[in-house]
Each structure stands twice: as structure tokens, then as C-alpha cells.
């Protein structure tokens, strides 16, 4: 099982610039999440999917941020334009989407670290 | 809404015992996780509770108590490689689906 899988790792880009951030969920899990993480506000939830469908956006930053879900097994975060303030670490994670009692914990991706200059 | 409370450091001695909090007050719930996240790797999931009770794995131990919107992590004979943040997660009500409102993590130093 190679898990979740992103790209790029590294992202150095210039203020203004377009950024697109890739995520490919475990095979099988049908919910994916975007996180952002910085070490001010710590893991912040963006926007999650459950069967390719977005489910919860609220905590999407502003227009500039966008996210899609075409299929199961690809999913994308873009921000235009960048500004300095959207450096981050950018987590994907997937999981299972039935909840109840069983555990269905997330598993995460290596994530993308952004650096907008 | 969703407000989780957790240390922000702790400090242990290796082959101590070290004991993590974590306070919760949510709208909805529907179990409890706790992961850890070396530095510059992602978080990988450690226990879950759903309800009352100690789950023990191995070294690791987690507590819930849902009345009192509290639960901890227990970390037994310490090893320098726990040296990690650990983050309390809050899983939303079952028809929010999968979706888990983090903690701001405990950074944990295990010293020698």
C-alpha cells in the first residue's frame, strides 16, 4: 500500500503566482481531507470530500483558495494568487467515510510544504 | 462549535512516565483520536476512544471520560524516539461524516 501520496513537496513560489497542490487518497477510502499547517494556528481543517463531493468548505481561508475532487483517486488544492501569508505545510489525508463506532482514523500524506516569497 | 485544549510542552525524563491532556467542548461527538507527528513528518494515528475507559496498546494508553469532555494520553517507559507532538482530535457526529476538529498539539521532549 503506498498511502497517500502528494506533490509536489517542496513549493517555492513568488507572491501573485498560481500554486497547485496534487493529492492521491489511499485506494478504497472515498473521504479526503485538505489541511493546512502552520505553528501559529497549529492543523487547520480546509475542505473535505466524501464520495468526490465537497462536504465542508468552512474553513477554506478566502476565494483565492479552491479545491477539487474530479474522481476517487486524484483531488487538487489551488490558491491564486499566493501571498506570502499561505506559506504553510499543506496535509491530504483520506479515510473511510462510515462513521458509528468503528475507528476509520485518517491517514495522512508527507505533505507539500509552500513558501510564497 | 469546537474548542480543544492541550499543553502546548512538556519535558520527561527517558524511562519516565509522561501523561498528556486534553480538554474538549464540542457540539457534536463521536470519538476521540490521538496522533503523533514527529518534526517535519505528518501525523500518524496513535488510539482512539469512543467510549468511557482506558484503551491500552503497548506503551501508549488513552483515557475518556465524555461527561467530563476530558481524555489523556498516557506515554509509559519513555524512549527518545517519543520525542514528537501529540495532537487530541474530536470526531464531529456521525452524519458529519469522518471529519476531526485538532487540538493545538503537546510538544513532548524526552531528555536522557
Known amino acids: 500500500d503506498a498511502g497517500v501520496i502528494q506533490s509536489p513537496r517542496h513549493e517555492v513560489t513568488e507572491m501573485g503566482q498560481e500554486v497547485t497542490l496534487r493529492c492521491k487518497p489511499i485506494?478504497?477510502?472515498?473521504?479526503l481531507f485538505w489541511y493546512r499547517q502552520t505553528m501559529m494556528r497549529g492543523l487547520e481543517l480546509l475542505i473535505y470530500?466524501?464520495?468526490?463531493?465537497?462536504?465542508?468548505d468552512s474553513g477554506m481561508p478566502e476565494d483565492r483558495f479552491s479545491a477539487k475532487m474530479p474522481n476517487a483517486s486524484f483531488s487538487t488544492l489551488k490558491i491564486q494568487p499566493s501571498e506570502p501569508r499561505d506559506s504553510a505545510v499543506y496535509f491530504c489525508?483520506?479515510?473511510?467515510?462510515?462513521?458509528?463506532?468503528?475507528?476509520?482514523?485518517?491517514?495522512f500524506g508527507p505533505g507539500t510544504r509552500l513558501t510564497v516569497t | 462549535g469546537q474548542n480543544i485544549d492541550q499543553p502546548t510542552e512538556m519535558t520527561a525524563t527517558e524511562g519516565a512516565i509522561v501523561q498528556i491532556n486534553c480538554t474538549y467542548q464540542?457540539?457534536?461527538?463521536?470519538?476521540l483520536f490521538w496522533y503523533q507527528q514527529h518534526a517535519g513528518e505528518a501525523p500518524t494515528f496513535l488510539s482512539y476512544?469512543?467510549?468511557?475507559g482506558l484503551e491500552e496498546k503497548g506503551r501508549f494508553s488513552s483515557f475518556l471520560s465524555r461527561s467530563k469532555g476530558y481524555s489523556y494520553l498516557l506515554l509509559k517507559e519513555l524512549q527518545m524516539k517519543d520525542s514528537a507532538s501529540y495532537l487530541c482530535?474530536?470526531?464531529?457526529?456521525?452524519?458529519?461524516?469522518?471529519?476531526?476538529?485538532f487540538g493545538g498539539g503537546t510538544r513532548v521532549l524526552v531528555k536522557p
Open positions: 464540542t457540539s457534536g461527538f463521536n470519538g
Open positions: 489525508a483520506s479515510s473511510s467515510a462510515r462513521a458509528g463506532l468503528a475507528v476509520y482514523e485518517q491517514y
Open positions: 476512544n469512543v467510549l468511557d
Open positions: 485506494s478504497g477510502h472515498n473521504s
Open positions: 482530535a474530536v470526531r464531529d457526529t456521525e452524519a458529519a461524516g469522518n471529519k476531526l476538529t
Open positions: 470530500f466524501n464520495n468526490n463531493v465537497p462536504i465542508d
